[in-house]
């Protein structure tokens, strides 16, 4: 139900313009859709499971499309995939998450799991189906702030990409704030969650750098939780 194979399927449909979501080398319910319609449209039994029928079609109809963009690039650059407004869920470990959740105590759409690990936070945000992820990550290495959102070989989330830039370019104009990185990662947290998500890492912080990130971080989730009001 996973792996490179479902992730070429993902692809495939996505070039013929079925939409199967994020192409995450995941079966789950928009790909088993996209393939009942693709199916469909090819008078076969919508089974939802890839039949011999079914990849030889596929392979005959991809043949003569190996040129067109996916359908879910499409949707997000359209705009039809955008960040929703609602609850945000804050992950991960470290004291900028600490921080950032004593912050927002108030807020009852903020959800928060400390220390825990990144596939356990992804199964709780897509059952809670929250708008927005931010997971924090200390690591001893890193350098500054380091902002990931969802890419993989085929793919990438473009409202995340979006949405990490603006972030960083916030905390890039704070006079403390270090280094700050934007780049396209396939994290668990990142894969495994259906909606925007944005994995932060992130070394020993000072205490006026640790204000200041916050501050960035808090505006963004307020902007999040107010736009379902």
């Not at 939409?19 to 919508?46: H, K, M, V, W, Y």
Request: net charge negative.
């Amino acid at each position: 139900m996973r792996g490179d194979d479902v992730a070429e399927l993902q692809v495939r449909l996505a070039q013929l313009g079925f939409n199967p979501g994020r192409i995450d080398g995941i079966f789950g319910s928009l790909t088993a859709d996209a393939l009942s319609e693709f199916q469909r449209n090819c008078a076969l039994e919508p089974s939802e499971t890839l039949t011999r029928e079914s990849l030889q079609a596929l392979r005959r109809l991809s043949a003569t499309n190996t040129s067109r963009s996916l359908v879910t690039d499409a949707r997000d650059l359209a705009g039809f995939n955008p960040v929703t407004g609602g609850a945000v869920l804050l992950c991960g470990d470290g004291p900028l998450v600490t921080a950032l959740a004593v912050a927002l105590r108030g807020e009852s759409l903020v959800r928060v799991e400390i220390d825990t690990t990144q596939e356990a936070a992804a199964l709780s945000a897509n059952d809670h189906d929250v708008a927005l992820v931010l997971s924090f990550q200390t690591l001893e290495h890193v350098e500054g702030l380091h902002l990931h959102y969802w890419a993989s070989y085929r793919s990438h989330s473009h409202r995340g990409e979006l949405l990490a830039s603006s972030l960083a370019s916030v905390l890039a104009h704070l006079p403390d704030v270090p280094r700050v990185e934007v780049t396209g990662m396939a994290l668990p947290i990142l894969r495994e969650t259906k909606m925007t998500t944005i994995h932060v890492e992130h070394g020993n912080v000072a205490e006026q750098v640790l204000h200041q990130a916050v501050t960035a971080f808090e505006g963004l989730v307020g902007q999040v939780i107010h736009s379902s009001e």
